[in-house]
């Protein structure tokens, strides 16, 4: 049985001065099994636990490990979600398990209410940096009804520090009355547009952010993977690859036709999409069908299988580059297994018990750049096929095989266009910053 690492403990000694509390332990560090322990130590009462859609299942076989009743919510069934499975859910000791939707959505739901106090806890709590977000506004909603909060978090500061507010308000270090403007206001740098009230913030004051950490360490409990176990070295490894006449295509006609198959770019956010794909040498074009153009990166990929025999894990944005890389894999290599993570299966299980190979895990970062636990024991080579344009789901992927477990020095191989895209989102997210449309609409309107 799983034991306690000895800063877990300290974590849980110190979470339990406090009503509401943040967890604030490096991503690898083990949040979901700390958590869990910290709710052995509570009274016993309903606690709710809200995450990821694709967590669910991790977090309710370690809650059932560990003891707990269980119940997982993942979807609302207006027929069946009856009066009588509410006062089931209402149960004392009872711990629900739910997606961010699912919770939003039953807060929302006509004739709900929490019929006393509850536990609440918020896995990835930096999912509230929005305080205008349907939910951030339902937990808030019931904020008196929490008799704990415990939210867990490997980054929440994300991309700044103005994304605290939300978090601070349900850690009650901010007046219940005090609005987002104030906090912008008191903490932030910011410029407001001619004729508009809408404030853009530009940066933070060193002092003021200082006042606000101070404020937040009260009531939280902060820890760096390096100042709790000495994880194997990691190295960086990028592919270089070259843009195609296509991509220039795309640009100057704002659509792309070859052969029998034609992509359309009519709007910013459709040429941001088709330019991503290109880079990677792929694109889905509008009949549905999958097309590619390039096999600069499938190649740079094949290099990468035949000078090895390990397994590999592979982050990718879009549907035609899985494509092309489970067409590669099936034609060139088929003794390698793919297993594949995304939207519609989550094979994870089944590549963490496979021992008959090679394989690789084909991973879309929506559905694993976060919460997948267990690659770390099967794969130290991660390949990013594309990048993403989120810094958060960057800094996240790295840690589905840099964390506790790992014994092996870990390898990232970028496949990277810098004469495209690629190369701003790049520079953006060595920063741990995103790429917005904003900043390719600003950058097209440069270049025109």
């Known amino acids: 049985m799983k034991q306690l690492y000895q800063y877990q403990k300290e974590a849980i000694k110190v979470a339990n001065n406090h009503d509401r509390f943040l967890l604030a332990l490096d991503m690898g560090l083990g949040k979901t099994f700390t958590a869990l322990n910290w709710l052995k130590t509570q009274k016993q009462r309903t606690t709710y636990i809200i995450c990821d859609s694709a967590k669910i299942d991790d977090w309710s076989n370690e809650a ?83 008799a704990k909060v415990l939210m867990l978090s490997g ?30 206001s008191k903490f932030c740098k910011y410029y407001i547009i001619p004729g508009r009230r809408f404030k853009i913030i530009t940066g933070y004051d060193q002092n003021k952010v200082n006042e606000l ?36 295509t795309l640009f100057k006609e704002h659509a792309l036709i070859t052969g029998e198959h034609s992509i359309t770019a009519d709007s910013s956010i459709k040429l941001l999409h088709a330019a ?80 008959d190979g090679r394989f690789i895990v084909l991973i879309h970062y929506q559905s694993g750049a976060r919460g997948i636990d267990g690659l770390q024991h099967k794969v130290f080579n991660q390949i990013y096929y594309s990048l993403p344009t989120s810094g958060e789901l960057f800094k996240q992927s790295h840690k589905r095989i840099h964390r506790i477990g790992q014994v092996h020095k870990v390898n990232y191989y970028y496949f990277i266009d810098f004469q495209s895209i690629e190369g701003q989102i790049w520079n953006r997210l060595q920063k741990s910053q995103d790429y917005t449309l904003s900043m390719f609409e600003n950058w097209i309107a440069l270049n025109n």
């Open 213 to 248: 950490l101070a404020l937040l360490y009260h009531r939280s409990f902060f820890l760096s993977s390096d100042q709790a176990i000495e994880l194997p070295d990691q190295r960086q490894h990028i592919k270089q690859v070259t843009t195609t006449q296509h991509y220039k």
């Open 276 to 355: 991503r794909q290109l880079a990677s040498g792929c694109f889905k074009a509008d009949d549905g069908s999958f097309v590619n153009v390039s096999d600069a990166k499938l190649q740079q990929l094949e290099v990468l299988i035949n000078e090895s025999t390990y397994n590999f894990s592979i982050f990718y944005n879009y549907k035609a580059e899985a494509n092309d890389i489970i067409n590669l894999i099936k034609d060139k290599h088929p003794g390698i297994k793919i297993f594949e993570i995304n939207g519609n299966a989550n094979q994870l299980p089944q590549a963490l018990q496979y021992s």
């Open 64 to 146: 059932q490990n560990l003891g707990f009743s269980v119940i997982t919510l993942k979807s609302l069934n207006k027929k069946s979600f009856n009066i009588d499975i509410q006062s089931k859910m209402q149960k004392a000791e009872q711990v629900i398990i739910c997606s961010y939707g699912i919770f939003r959505n039953l807060i929302n739901g006509k004739g709900w209410e929490l019929w006393y106090d509850i536990n609440l806890i918020i896995d990835e709590s930096q999912v509230l940096k929005n305080p205008k977000s349907q939910l951030s506004k339902c937990i808030w909603q019931w904020n008196r009804k929490y």
């Open 155 to 184: 980054d929440p500061i994300s991309n700044g520090y103005v994304n605290l507010f939300m978090q601070m308000k349900l850690l009650e270090l901010l007046p219940e009355k005090y609005s987002y403007d104030a906090f912008v």
